[in-house]
């Protein structure tokens, strides 16, 4: 058995690679704090960096991390069980005698314990740090009513522990119950630290581990690639890297998004609706400024002051980084995954109302160049169409006008189409502005430029609705501005 194969199965302290700098920070920030929150999602590494900690002050004499299994309690454990199970735990740690408290355990009962096992062991002026995994567990129904109250009351409370007790809650979405509770302390006093994807030369460890040898550039880039650096992917890439050479890439994509399907869909189901409108935004478009979070949030009425919550959680699940400014989605597998997911965005409000200003200006522009011209030329008003627009772009637009009258292949035109509806609308600002024209239109304008930078920044927009792409909010805003303007100008007309 190799050295990282025993890491994909159970935590383990030995191989816990690039981390020991957050480890030594929790503890700092938990001590200081008298609590912390350490938010990973599934697979990231949590259990590993917990154990990590105890491991690193193994012969500290000044702190005492005990690490704590919480799945290991009872389903319907009470908070007197919890505390005995947290006695337990860090009597066998100080390796002291230690019986159950017998009937209700209140604070002050688990204050005198914890107490007596620090004497017992000749650690009385030792900081105790609990690393509590799998924090869930004291957030369940079950266990939240009272538990939380007493447990915050130890950290925070007098007690004759006071100031030499401290807890690490590890999870993930979970931990915002601390948060929300406005009666806690834990959400405005604790530290917060999340964990990040590995760097690529911690991923080089983790192959270097996996007993190939020193890892290739190009391996150590497929495997970031792939997985982006989250720990729990790396580690089963690593397991299999003579599988992803560079002509198997696409196969590996495709077998690790199998192969990891119930993983990957944990995570995309653990993401808050605030996390997950990012994430979409993300995949439509490649990033997101950061700053532009809180807009896109409001714009899809979502809470916009979770914003930074939201880009944390796609940070510490292992799918996001943060580059710069920017937030990229970095982890291909999960990449291919989710993107099977993502439906194309509903228009907002703001959109909509955009498309019909774009449509009525481009048919209010048709109607009174028509009018114009054929109270000026009667009869030969489609020559001074062709004239206005040049020949090579008038015979664009008949032979747009003839394929649309031949789109329908089983129905007849029930109309004869207007040359005009065929007209691009800077080919209708160009009708306008014409020499011969002008004079027709001239009272509607301050001069020809104000015309020609209206439909300029109405065009782009215009053109792109019509292909079905997205366009910046700022950009709509302008447009409907520039459409209402240019409405308003049309209708000047008597």
């Known amino acids: 058995m190799t050295a990282i194969t025993r890491v994909a199965g159970q935590p383990d302290p030995e191989f816990c690679v690039g981390r020991d700098d957050l480890c030594r920070s929790i503890v700092k920030g938990a001590i200081e704090h008298g609590s912390a929150l350490l938010f990973g999602g599934r697979q990231s590494g949590k259990s590993t960096v917990l154990r990590r900690i105890e491991l690193l002050h193994r012969e500290a004499r000044d702190v005492l991390p005990i690490y704590v299994d919480m799945l290991k309690l009872p389903s319907q454990a009470t908070g007197s069980d919890v505390f005995n199970f947290l006695l337990n735990r860090s009597a066998s740690l100080l390796n002291v005698g230690f019986e159950p408290l017998k009937g209700l355990v209140d604070v002050d009962r688990f204050a005198s314990e914890l107490d007596r096992q620090l004497g017992a062991a000749n650690r009385s002026a030792d900081r105790v740090v609990f690393l509590l995994d799998e924090a869930k567990r004291l957030t369940s129904d ?22 030499r ?13 601390f948060c929300a509770d406005l009666t806690s302390p834990i959400g405005s006093r604790a530290a917060f630290f999340r964990i990040e994807n590995l ?3 911690y991923i080089s460890e983790i192959l270097t581990l996996a ?16 997985a982006g650096g989250q720990a729990g992917l790396t580690v089963r890439l690593a397991v299999r890297a003579e599988e992803i050479g560079p002509a198997e890439y696409g196969a590996a994509l495709e077998r690790e998004k199998t192969l990891n399907v119930g993983l990957l869909r944990t995570w995309v189901t653990s993401l808050t609706d605030e996390a997950r409108t990012l994430q979409d935004r993300v995949l439509r478009e490649g990033e997101l400024p950061v700053g532009e979070a809180p807009a896109i949030l409001q714009k899809y009425q979502k809470d916009r002051f979770a914003a930074d919550r939201a880009i944390d959680e796609l940070v510490y699940t292992g799918v996001g980084k943060i580059n710069g400014n920017r937030l990229q989605l970095v982890n291909e597998i999960y990449v291919a995954y989710a993107r099977d997911f993502v439906l194309p965005a509903a228009e907002t409000n703001i959109e909509k109302s955009a498309w019909v200003l774009v449509e009525e200006t481009e048919v209010a522009l048709r109607v009174i160049v028509r009018k114009k ?29 003839r394929r649309g009258e031949k789109a329908y292949r089983y129905s007849q035109s ?6 005009l509806d065929f007209a691009y609308l800077g080919q209708l600002a160009q009708m306008i502005v014409n020499r011969d024209a002008w004079d027709l239109f001239k009272h509607l304008f301050r001069d020809k430029r104000q015309l020609e930078d209206l439909v300029a920044d109405i065009t782009p927009v215009r053109n792109d609705h019509a292909h079905f792409r997205r366009v910046p909010e700022r950009e ?19």
């Open 414 to 419: 029930a109309f004869n189409d207007e040359y």
């Open 211 to 226: 007993g190939s040898g020193e890892p290739t550039t190009e391996l150590v880039d497929r495997v970031s690639r792939l």
């Open 199 to 201: 760097e690529r030369t």
């Open 476 to 494: 709509l805003l302008r447009c409907r501005l520039r459409c209402e303007d240019l409405l308003y100008m049309l209708e000047q007309d008597v």
């Open 142 to 163: 079950e266990c939240r009513r009272g538990l939380q109250d007493n447990l915050f009351a130890l950290l925070y409370g007098d007690t004759c522990i006071s100031g």
């Open 373 to 401: 011209y054929d109270i000026k030329w009667p009869g030969t008003a489609q020559n001074k169409f062709r004239t206005a627009i040049g020949e090579d772009a008038w015979n664009r637009l008949l032979d747009n006008k």
């Open 165 to 177: 007790c401290a807890m690490v809650f590890a999870g993930a979405q979970d931990l915002y119950s």
